[in-house]
């Protein structure tokens, strides 16, 4: 029964891992390109940039430039902050033999840990004093970032905690427990990177202080082998960050990924061309930390070699030679297979010599090769036939690369044919290829066309251009062409362009023939908006007959109001009132203009120059109103 458990627990951990384990790792074009990033910090405008560049070169194992003048430095730039002090601290350390002793400092870090500061400011505080030598009360620390991760329990407050835990004394179980809730939170991507919605700043700080936690509990942290892979993955992903900051976080996870005690993942790479030739028939793979570092002496095997268009398995439990002056790096002589041309995938596996338990991803790494063939063209005929296929077509064999010693001539009533096969050098099978283009040059005006030929069942290409039908692509212009066969595919060594012939094409004249020659990137006329024309107005009888009855109501107002009597003692004489009475007859006066005179778009220009003052009187107007009101009542 155990047999049967064991045997089920390795298929889940293959399963698993399948496609995550990580297929590069921080070279020496990488480690370089960081370097100088850290070193363009300088000089240092402040502790945050001196400590991010200083540790960054650290990490490197570089030495830092004029080290004594950066430690004079820091005591110049430091300010009496938290957040500076721990930076400049953290330099310090870094560089080693640099004391920053200021009087003050002891009390600006102990008065942040307390209940109510930011989780941040409890950690770098805490920190601070353990770089500087400084008494610090554990107990309190731990309490207070306790207190503030109930406030503040994003994953990057998390991570502080856990970097300050660390370096705690007592008990840190409860800052332990804490790592598999928060590596839950992580966004899945691909379903193959993990990360935090704070990007690669906040993953690398969660991931980087659960080891460094679990390092100080002597406890491996609660993380999923896959999603430790999947976590490498993103790193690495992110590995040509250029930022300060983000490159000193993403060196020393990776560093601490590659160091700590639980959990080393594994990187397989291609170290050789993806493509496999006669020429180069050895596939190689570099197995490292990744860091890039050696992982002692290994067993590799290639699991099994799929074909990706048929799925054929052509290489399966195949062992790799290791190479005698690297022992990272192995090879398999992947043409001894027999292996058709096109895309494999190769499934490896990886097994120390000396059992590492701490090892992840030693099963399912998958790296992509393509084999790769040379092709010959063969039985090439190349002639002239009738469109109503009246005769038999003339044809002309040719042989590559040699072209037709005569010109072809072919008129409307005419076709150009050709037919050819393709042939696998290796296998000497007849194939197709992705790209098989006919190319048709004009000799004068350097004007190309060009056509797609078309393989029937037996593998054989044609092609056949009806000259008068495709007149048109041509422009209807006569004259000589240059004839070219074009083949090409990914997996096809020696793909080639191939001058075929010089042929001679007429195509018909006429109209149809000038109204087709007009350059079609020429530029056209100018499109200008023209309103429609307005429709013929009513006779102004009528006209002035439908005003005088629209302004008859208002006129028997005015008249009833001089009956009745109109008291307007209640209008406020203010500049509200009138200004919003005014501006709103001058809309009345737009409309009226807009009747007679002006266009929609001239309209709403003037309309919306008076909306601002009618808007502005009319608030203070009813505001005024409102205020009234409400003092009578």
Same mark, same amino acid.
């Not at 991010?52 to 490197?60: C, D, H, Q």
């Not at 290639?302 to 439990?317: E, T, Y």
């Not at 709103?584 to 220009?605: D, K, P, S």
């Given at each position: ?42 000089? =240092?405008?402040?502790?945050?940039? /001196? ?7 650290? +990490? ?32 310090? *350390? ?79 179980? *409860? ?51 896959? *999603? ?83 799925? /054929? ?78 005769? /038999? ?65 037996? +593998? ?15 422009? =209807? ?157």
């Amino acid at each position: 029964m155990w047999k049967v458990f064991v045997f089920l627990s390795l298929l889940n951990a293959v399963t698993v891992t399948k496609g995550l384990v990580p297929s590069t790792f921080i070279n020496t074009s990488d480690k370089a390109r960081l370097n100088s990033v850290f070193l363009s910090a300088s000089p =240092y405008g402040d502790t945050q940039s /001196a400590h991010y560049a200083i540790s960054g070169l650290k +990490l490197l194992g570089e030495a830092v430039p004029n080290s004594q003048d950066v430690c004079k430095t820091l005591s110049k730039i430091i300010d009496k902050t938290v957040s500076s002090i721990y930076h400049a601290s953290e330099a310090a *350390k870094a560089l080693g033999n640099c004391k920053i002793d200021v009087p003050e400092f002891k009390q600006i870090l102990t008065d942040v840990i307390k209940d109510g500061s930011s989780v941040q400011d409890i950690a770098f505080a805490f920190l601070a004093l353990k770089n500087l030598g400084l008494a610090a009360d554990d107990a309190a620390v731990s309490s207070s970032l306790l207190a503030a991760l109930k406030t503040d329990d994003s994953p990057a407050s998390h991570g502080y905690a856990f970097m300050a835990a660390a370096q705690l004394k007592g008990d840190i179980s *409860k800052f332990v427990d804490n790592i598999e809730d928060v590596v839950a939170q992580a966004d899945e991507v691909d379903e193959k990177y993990l990360q935090f919605e704070g990007g690669l700043y906040v993953t690398a700080l969660v991931v980087d202080g659960s080891y460094k936690l679990a390092g100080k509990s002597n406890k491996a942290p609660t993380i999923a082998q896959d *999603k430790v892979l999947k976590f490498s993955n993103y790193f690495l992903s992110r590995k040509h960050v250029h930022q300060l900051k983000s490159a000193y976080h993403f060196l020393s996870v990776i560093k601490t990924l590659t160091t700590n005690k639980f959990h080393i993942p594994i990187a397989v790479s291609l170290a050789s061309p993806v493509a496999v030739t006669q020429a180069d028939p050895a596939v190689k793979v570099r197995v490292t930390d990744l860091m890039g570092g050696s992982l002692g002496d290994l067993t590799i095997t290639a699991d099994s070699a799929r074909h990706l268009g048929d799925d /054929a398995v052509v290489i399966s439990k195949k062992q790799f030679s290791a190479a005698a002056s690297d022992k990272s790096l192995f090879e398999l002589n992947f043409l001894q297979a027999k292996p058709a041309k096109g895309f494999y995938k190769l499934t490896i596996n990886v097994s120390p010599k000396q059992p590492n338990s701490k090892l992840l991803g030693t099963a399912g790494a998958e790296v992509s090769v393509k084999v790769t063939t040379q092709v010959s063209v063969e039985n090439v005929e190349l002639g002239v036939a009738d469109k109503d296929q009246a005769t /038999a077509a003339r044809t002309t064999r040719l042989a590559h690369p040699n072209k037709a010693a005569s010109i072809l001539e072919a008129d409307y009533h005419q076709k150009i044919v050709m037919k050819f096969q393709l042939k696998d050098k290796t296998s000497g099978q007849l194939m197709t290829a992705h790209q098989t283009f006919v190319r048709l040059t004009n000799r004068d005006t350097k004007q190309e066309i060009i056509f797609v030929t078309e393989s029937d069942s037996t +593998l054989t290409n044609k092609f056949d251009l009806d000259v008068g039908t495709n007149a048109k692509e041509f422009g =209807y212009k006569s004259g000589k062409y240059t004839m070219e066969l074009i083949v090409g595919d990914a997996v096809i060594e020696n793909p080639f362009s191939w001058t075929v012939a010089d042929v001679s094409l007429t195509f018909p004249e006429g109209g149809a023939a000038k109204k087709d020659q007009v350059d079609q990137y020429a530029k056209k006329p100018e499109i200008k908006h023209k309103f429609n024309e307005p429709e013929k107005r009513p006779p102004a009888s009528l006209s002035l007959a439908f005003t005088g009855l629209v302004l008859a109501p208002f006129l028997i107002l005015i008249i009833l109001w001089f009956r009745i009597g109109v008291n307007i003692s209640d209008f406020p004489p203010t500049l509200s009132a009138i200004g919003f009475h005014l501006c709103l007859g001058g809309i009345f006066v737009l409309y009226y203009f807009y009747w007679i005179q002006l266009n929609m778009f001239e309209t709403l220009r003037y309309l919306g120059i008076l909306a601002i003052p009618t808007f502005f009187f009319g608030n203070r107007l009813l505001s005024s109103i409102a205020s009234k009101s409400a003092k009578k009542n």
